[in-house]
């Protein structure tokens, strides 16, 4: 966010207009903030630096046939996700994190879920890391201030109370 500052305000904005009454951001706020949520910025961190930029490493027990390439058994198979998530075509300019790239863009979406693998061996932690995602990024930007927000988005003259309840923002 400190690289980013006009996509901190972008993210703020919207949590602060579906959020206006100070309280943090729950899991149910998720499709009222489309920007904070999978559409957008979670997606982009993962695309940006993802966490398996080669996956896990597969064996082939039987050989394969990938384009004109003979794979023999035994194999060891790893797909260069990062390279996936960095092509041109797709991804225009990506080194830049901009969220809004998958604004709209449903192809931009469903290229970008090799982030958690592919087949029947792809994660099976998908839906607790999106959910852990979303809600840590939402709740950071709903407390975190600087120059791009100088007060913290629940700031109404009281805290959250949930915040309060765990003794932070007195
Ligand atoms: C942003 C977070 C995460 C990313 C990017 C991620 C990514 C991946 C990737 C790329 C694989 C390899 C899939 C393949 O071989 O095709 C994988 C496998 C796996 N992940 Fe995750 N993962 C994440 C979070 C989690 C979480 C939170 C859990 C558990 C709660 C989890 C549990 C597993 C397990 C058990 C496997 C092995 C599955 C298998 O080989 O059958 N992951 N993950």
């Given at each position: 966010m400190a690289l980013y500052p006009a996509v901190q305000r972008e993210a703020q904005a919207g949590i602060y207009h579906v959020l206006s009454n100070g309280t943090v951001p729950q899991l149910s706020d998720r499709l009222s903030l489309p920007y904070v949520d999978s559409e957008c910025m979670m997606w982009e961190v993962l695309r940006w630096k993802p966490l398996a930029p080669l996956g896990l490493p597969h064996l082939l027990t039987k050989h394969d046939v990938y384009k004109d390439c003979y794979l023999p058994s035994g194999s060891i198979i790893l797909v260069n996700i990062w390279s996936i998530l960095q092509d041109l075509r797709m991804f225009p300019h990506p080194e830049m994190f901009n969220p809004?790239?998958?604004?709209?863009?449903k192809k931009a979406l469903e290229i970008v879920d090799c982030i958690f693998g592919f087949?029947?061996?792809?994660?099976?932690?998908v839906n607790f890391a999106e959910s852990s995602m979303f809600i840590a990024i939402a709740i950071a930007l709903s407390q975190y201030c600087n120059a791009a927000y100088p007060t913290p988005l629940t700031f109404k003259g009281k805290r959250s109370r949930t915040m309060s309840s765990i003794g932070l923002g007195q």
């Open positions: 809004s790239r998958f604004l709209d863009d087949g029947r061996r792809a994660c099976p932690g």
